[in-house]
């Protein structure tokens, strides 16, 4: 408790960050989220495929890196990482980063009828290197982000239709993940570094990510404010050393937006961070320091469910959970995998119609690129 105490009282006195978190801007609790019971019940024991689930869930596995997809002649890409849903007339896609590295990355789709059968999948972009999170567009594009040193944004066609199109404006440094916010017309992006910063890109037509203005968030005197990246391009200078006062970040990585706020999470210190786009503000929802018997650690990829409010959290490490954390303010585990302790799980996604949920473990069972996995839950996720 006395721990608890002093880390409150610091990083409350630089004024600008709060403590709390709701999918409301209207009020914030008095702290970070707690440990309670899951809305959905305790996990039950390992399914076939190795998952811990809430009674009345069930799992399969949808792909298997190095081995072609059933249903289809393509092979499923080693190492996957950040992914999303499109909805595809009657069905949809599950599109999903490769964080290979040096130039064997890219993304690949899976395609599901409306019965959720795998009836194709394909490479939508190849040759790059590291992809590791990213984000959807509200003009149903995928952004894949490249996770090394003045990396690249690449924004792709998960429906395999067009050339997949780098977006240098979009500046170049360790990118993580990114998050469409159509009401601020920007997309706010992380960078997985100890020191790192979170920016937000305007582009010049929101719809158009050719061209427009790179940001990052500055905090003086527990004033925020967003702050024009002088060259994006990040050479010699990072990105990230390029402004004044710029507010760090410790290893950000998943990013999600939703009714004003975007959440995003910084693995050096297991955080889920708020920030009110509204109120212009930030807050930390979930950090394990602060957190009675913390269940999430090694935060990565976030989402939330389609309907209702409750966010979705995937451990680089930890107990290999998903983590939901509720508007309430509760924290607990979903899922669990066994046997999986030298992967992580990523790419968290709800097909649209919020009854299914996808992931990837990266290196599977057998802790290499090769072995990843990538899964689907079904259940009866909650309409809040």
């Known amino acids: 408790m006395q721990r608890r105490n002093v880390l409150r009282a610091a990083v409350v006195g630089t004024g600008s960050v709060a403590f709390g978190f709701t999918m409301t801007r209207s009020s914030f609790a008095a702290y970070p989220v707690q440990t309670g019971p899951s809305p959905y019940g305790p996990l039950q024991s390992a399914d076939a495929n190795g998952v811990l689930l809430p009674q009345g869930f069930s799992s399969r596995v949808v792909a298997r890196s190095s081995q072609t997809v059933p249903g289809t002649s393509y092979t499923w890409h080693g190492a996957p990482d950040g992914g999303a849903c499109f909805a595809d007339g009657d069905g949809w896609i599950y599109t999903s980063n490769s964080e290979l590295p040096s130039g064997n990355g890219g993304v690949s789709s899976l395609r599901f009828d409306s019965t959720g059968t795998v009836v194709d999948a394909y490479r939508t972009l190849s040759g790059t290197r590291s992809n590791c999170a990213g984000g959807a567009t509200p003009w149903n594009t995928w952004i894949s982000c490249e996770e ?36 601020r017309g920007v997309v706010y992006l992380t960078e997985d570094v100890s020191d790192g910063a979170f920016y937000r890109f305007k582009p010049t037509t ?54 004003g706020v975007c959440f995003f999470t910084t693995k050096g210190d297991n955080r889920v961070w708020a920030y009110d786009a509204v109120n212009h503000t930030i807050a930390i929802a979930y950090d394990d320091n602060l957190t009675s018997s913390a269940p999430l650690t090694g935060v990565d990829n976030i989402t ?81």
């Open 148 to 183: 090394v040193d003045r990396g690249y944004v690449y924004e792709t066609d998960p429906f395999g239709v067009d050339a997949a199109v780098q977006r240098p404006a979009m500046g170049r440094f360790k990118h993580e993940a990114a998050a469409c916010d159509a009401e």
């Open 206 to 259: 929101w719809g158009n990510l050719a061209s427009g203005q790179l940001q990052v968030l500055t905090e003086s005197g527990g004033a925020l404010t967003w702050k024009n990246v002088p060259d994006p391009d990040g050479s010699p200078t990072a990105t990230r050393y390029q402004v004044a006062n710029t507010k760090r970040f410790n290893g950000g990585e998943g990013c999600y937006y939703a009714d």
């Open 304 to 384: 939330g469910a389609t309907a209702g409010g409750d966010l979705f959290v995937a451990e680089d490490g930890g107990n290999m959970e998903i983590c939901i954390i509720t508007p309430d303010d509760i924290v607990a585990p979903f899922l669990r995998l066994s046997g999986h302790g030298s992967s992580e799980i990523c790419g968290p996604a709800f097909n649209p119609a919020g009854d299914r949920l996808y992931f990837s473990s990266q290196r599977g069972t057998t802790g290499s690129s090769s072995g990843g996995m990538t899964f689907e839950v079904t259940g009866p996720f909650r309409a809040l």
